[in-house]
């Protein structure tokens, strides 16, 4: 099969690597020169605008793109769809919202399939965990892109129609923010806890065979590790929060209360208050108020 | 009626002045010569020591404590007991632990009464309200004092066996911890949010006529009409928390669910956390570790 | 002044009686003819239709708008606006998402007020709480029927531009739901603690004198009294929580935490689950996972 | 090497069959006559009572104790003591309080290792994670032991001294609470929500790659797999709670903030509500005092 990849950010060049090591073409495109060029060096036919990778894929066009979530994708959608049919398919592979995916696949003259992915870089090696949504004939036609990207058969599935892979990856997220979280208060009570405890240790003897072993704890392991038990210099100020912050706002929709997953979120909202949370210092004041306990004040 | 006081900081200050204005005799001690003075100063027999109070008081003796909780109760506890008579009346106006209140009144000779005290300095001119636990014919005999004290006779009342008092006052500084945060998360909402709006002029108006007015509300204008719209100086680590953590402590055992009342806590314990909470430093790596998101340092 | 109402449910009819009785003159419309019946027994002048109320109020209209939030209020200005100047006022006194009062403020011809008005039934004798965004002279305007309608001159404030007072009132729900909760876990506690206490008493000592005073604690005391100790059969199935969910998502775009609203608004998301909360489900099927505890069934 | 199990449930007997599977000897006891014919059967040497246990170890006895926590331990090593000398080795496998296994190391003759054990019956096959307090020189002795009751050599370790194995369990199933209540969240959307989706194959595609994957999702899959899509008669009252209970309570004697560990163990509580949560119904009344919103009966 050949495929077209447009965005060879570290994820879009996994693609390119995994789908050509399976024995697929690819004509791949980035804006940015350099990418296309250790493209090329992993074996991919470099194109040289999105119009030269169009015409180099001929009918039946498989396009898989890898941009950035959000007007990065209507933009590179606007240039492609004068040159898509209904037997085209194009893939968005990035983190975007379910709900703009039901809209660009109702205004894609081509197939749409959303396609959530999960693994980080690791799935360089591994291979991701794939999550389609779309027309079915198109995602049993990408079949053995999904095989070479995932990490085999089993790590791609059509979860249903289109907005479903970007909606099931969106609630993988909130999940996400929530374990970390949870594995995040495990650590800080052992941390700050009433024995010395070797925290790597801890994360290891938990990744053999107890029960909450998972990848993120490996991860944890990997970060004792790497930057000791008290963890250096990182600092405590979590960015991030758009995938969480979708999956609360469809929760409020839907009326399901995720009270573990919206404590995650606000708890990143909560570290980037850089003058001291507005409702702490409140309380400092009504404390005064009510008990005449001194009021502590910013130096 | 003749009351002996020990105990004379802020709050037993205005145990002091609201019994001698209500007409009764007040005998009052402090280990704080000063203090005494004072006290004497506003009309109140001075003690010389605990034991020349328990002198002046002769029989029948109605003894008001408001001595920090803990081991400051026990030990004026265990100095007067020996001259107590199962005919004498000790009320513990403190913030006790109900469970300690619970042991002391079936050690100490003298009937016992744990008794919440809440209003501040407020009290002062407004009058306590007092949750009173203990034996019916003690509360009954210290009514025309807790008359005094109070708001007046509503703003007392027997909650039940030795301990309730205590027990109730516990639970209404739970509810105080999360009414407190309630109104900081709005506030702060109001504050960070998309209009420039005056705090003072809302919580004021607020306070006229809306459901969510009260008197912590009042404290909130305050709050902004002296510190100003954003609370100038004030600091956001905010201590206390020991009653907070006895209703926390109270619910697990009893199995009942405390979402906000912990939440409120922990927010506190969340504001002392010197070094950067150590789970969001932990968030922060593995964003790295599954994202290659940068990790951010301290300086 | 002459004020027109429409709308005339019992928050209407409150405000027609209260503008009555400080001396205006009131045009009371309303589509139930029995609603304006009960307006012209109060002493307003009757309009048969919309047209007919904007005809009786001649140059320089003020008009209340006390309609249900949402599309009631479309198609009132719908009507309406044919009629209007730029020297007319029209105040929304309903729960108005914040969005759409400035949406509407655009497009209205006259001046437009949205106010957001809190109370309750008891604000027939005491007034309401009135939190008013718009133009500053329309604002001086209405003054005197605000004054009529409010608490008095310190129950309205202007809060700021079009949208800032339903934005407030919006803000002052998501404070009253996580007050409500915040009372009920303390109620809860109390109730299923060690203790067998008598809850409205509790509330009637905390309502003189302590910290936490405040009317929705005088609602509790209310609730016992009439309910009993035990609540009888009130269910625990919990219905609303449009304000609250409006609350939630603007702190969300704001990136502003607010645990205990959201927490508050979950809790009734969680009372609605008629088929029991599927995430307790799953938690007891993966208890029998890991540790073959039985799972339990339901008949 | 030569152990003696006590305590032949399905944890002890998973104990027995590792340890004879690597060839060392095992001497099993049990209240339970047939449990220890069971032992007997699978090669381990039975023991007719604690003291012929003992008896037959002869000197430097190795015993694994595998009971019920709480009173069972210490019945047992009541039972024990009068056997043991300063160079035998205790193990308590169980899932004990961590300060009573604190008590209970100071006060046993022989050195006492508490142990935390996870891993549940799936530990038959694969071994068990096994933390592990107390004396090196005792840990050491039963490596290999733990070798063969773990999943290896990386599947056991020691924290530190005395308790603090059975104090990393306590925290590793406060994690494991959060965890099951962060899947469970997520799969409730996924169910409530705007896809109709197969909820096993959401579950299995994660496990293939994403960044969520882990044991416990491992068993969301099977449990989706044998329960069905809607997760069939499974009941939503979800019993225990004890470690989490001990978690929390240690957290706030750290005053450590555990909020997603909290609300986890707080859902649970909730779920055993009979006769509906309180404060639910105490907030439909007030939502009636304020609102006039018409309150909930039960039937």
């Known amino acids: 099969m050949q495929l077209g990849v447009i965005g060879l950010g570290r994820m879009g060049q996994i693609v390119v690597d995994r789908t050509l090591e399976a024995g697929h073409d690819v004509v791949a495109f980035d804006l940015d020169a350099e990418a296309v060029a250790t493209a090329a060096d992993a074996g991919a036919d470099p194109a040289e605008s999105m119009e030269d990778l169009v015409d180099r894929l001929g009918d039946g066009k498989r396009i898989w793109l890898m941009v950035p979530a959000g007007e990065a994708v209507d933009a590179t959608l606007e240039e492609l769809e004068p040159h898509l049919d209904a037997d085209d398919v194009v893939v968005d592979g990035g983190n975007s919202y379910f709900e703009d995916s039901v809209r660009r696949a109702e205004s894609c003259p081509a197939a749409y399939l959303d396609c959530g992915t999960s693994g980080g870089p690791a799935g360089a090696e591994l291979g991701f965990s794939l999550m389609v949504g779309g027309p079915e004939w198109a995602y049993e036609e990408l079949a053995p892109v999904f095989d070479a990207v995932a990490t085999g058969p089993d790590g791609h599935e059509r979860m249903g129609p289109a907005g479903s892979g970007h909606y099931v990856k969106m609630i993988h997220n909130g999940v996400e923010y929530a374990l970390m979280q949870a594995y995040g208060e495990g650590f800080e009570l052992l941390h700050e806890g009433r024995y010395d ?83 702490r210092r409140l309380a400092n004041r009504l404390r005064y108020g009510f008990g005449r306990h001194e009021v502590p004040r910013r130096e």
Do not use: H
């Open 197 to 279: 405890l070797d925290l790597e240790s801890v994360a290891s003897v938990w990744n053999n065979g107890a029960v909450i072993r998972s990848w993120l704890l490996e991860l944890c392991e990997e970060a004792f590790r790497e930057e000791g038990n008290d963890l250096g210099t990182v600092a405590d100020r979590v960015e991030g929060g758009s995938t969480g912050t979708w999956t609360v706002q469809e929760a409020l929709e839907q009326e399901v209360p995720l009270p573990l997953i919206y404590t995650a979120l606000a708890e990143r909202f909560g570290s980037r208050a850089d003058d001291g949370r507005f409702s």
